[in-house]
Structures are given as structure tokens and as C-alpha cells.
């Protein structure tokens, strides 16, 4: 089940994956549904932060409380890429976005969501990790973050939570170069990269 994003087009067209497209924040529930149906299935939700942890926190927390053996990506990048670049419930504390041209600032916008850090504390929650896609290293981290989440769910384990660390210079209202070494500086401040919860396998 994949959001409405950026990314929505590339991974419906270039992964090898059944894609149902959904409406922002419902992925959750429309991946309950599939995986209730189809129990035998790997189920996943691939979601950018405006998606999950604004418009959907509700939908995907619930589907964690409950322990549902799904599996959920979280693309972040602060900001609300499709729709020009607005703040989302996860932009940094004095990142600009095109609504916070000065930046956050936690008296008049409250502070950003650490959702991997809240999903790790819930009981149904069987794997939690964040990383990034900033250089090689990382990447390769992610991906094994990612094969865990993934692992878990066939394992049975109940709901598995991967939040990854993306870039959007544009949105930012930062040179393109610049995107790498924002992730590192800015946004790895508030949203350190690690596995946050892995039950006994």
C-alpha cells in the first residue's frame, strides 16, 4: 500500500511489487485489510512523513497498538514534498520549509514527532529502526534495517516500523549538493540513525 508522495510513481513503476495506491494517511488500514485477507502475504507501507505522521498518525499508530503483522516505511524528509515543500509533523526545529521560511520554532509550530522513538514503547511493535539514505554506508545499513523489518513479519512477530532519513534540497530551500550533508548535520541530530526495538528472533 503506498501513499501519495514523490515516490509513489517510481516504486509502482520501477519495483516488481503489487501496488494499490492510497489516500494520504490510509495505507495502514488498507494494508490491515490486505494482510487480514491474505495472511500468507508480505505486506508493506511505503509512506513519506506528511503522509504517515500527519495526515495518517492515528491510522498508523492503531495498526501498531493492535500488532499488526505489517510492515511500514517512513520516507522523511520534513516536508511535504508533493505538494511544494510545507511542514510536516517531523521537520526539524529551524529547518525552513515553504511555511516555515524562518524556520520551526517550537512556540508557535511545537516540536517534531519522533515516531520510530514512540512505535519502539508499544507492545505490538516487533521491530523498530531508523536509518538514511544519505551515502553508501548508510544505504547499505538501511537496507538491512529494512530486511529485518521484513524478516519479522514473516516470522510473525507483529508490526514492523522502518523509518528512513530522505532527502529534499528543494523543499529544504538548500542547494541540490547540499542534501547529503543536511541529513547528517540536521536532521541525524533529532532523528539519530539506530535499531530502536528487535524482539528475540
Request: with cysteine.
Amino acid at each position: 500500500a503506498v501513499g501519495h508522495g514523490c515516490y509513489t510513481q517510481g516504486i509502482a513503476v520501477m519495483s516488481d511489487l503489487d501496488c494499490i495506491q492510497v489516500l494520504h494517511g490510509r495505507a495502514p488500514a488498507v494494508a490491515t485489510g490486505l494482510k487480514r485477507v491474505h495472511p500468507e502475504a508480505v505486506v508493506i507501507t511505503v509512506q513519506g512523513d506528511g503522509d504517515m505522521a500527519t495526515e495518517g498518525l492515528h491510522e498508523v499508530l492503531h495498526a501498531a497498538a493492535r500488532g499488526e503483522n505489517i510492515t511500514a516505511i517512513m520516507l522523511n524528509n520534513g516536508v511535504f514534498g508533493d505538494t511544494g515543500g510545507q511542514m510536516t509533523a517531523t521537520t526539524v526545529v529551524g529547518q525552513r520549509t515553504k511555511t516555515s521560511l524562518e524556520g520551526r520554532e517550537p512556540a508557535s509550530h511545537g516540536f517534531p514527532i519522533a515516531l520510530a522513538d514512540l512505535m519502539s514503547n508499544m507492545p505490538g511493535v516487533g521491530y523498530v529502526a531508523r536509518g538514511a539514505v544519505n551515502n553508501a554506508g548508510s544505504i547499505a545499513q538501511t537496507k538491512k534495517f529494512v530486511a529485518r523489518a521484513l524478516q519479522t513479519q514473516i516470522d510473525g512477530g507483529g508490526f514492523s516500523f522502518v523509518e528512513v532519513l530522505t532527502m529534499c534540497p528543494t523543499g529544504w530551500i538548500i542547494p541540490t549538493a547540499g542534501g547529503p550533508d543536511y541529513v547528517t548535520s540536521i536532521f541525524e541530530k533529532t532523528f539519530p540513525v539506530a535499531q530502536l526495538k528487535a524482539r528475540a528472533r
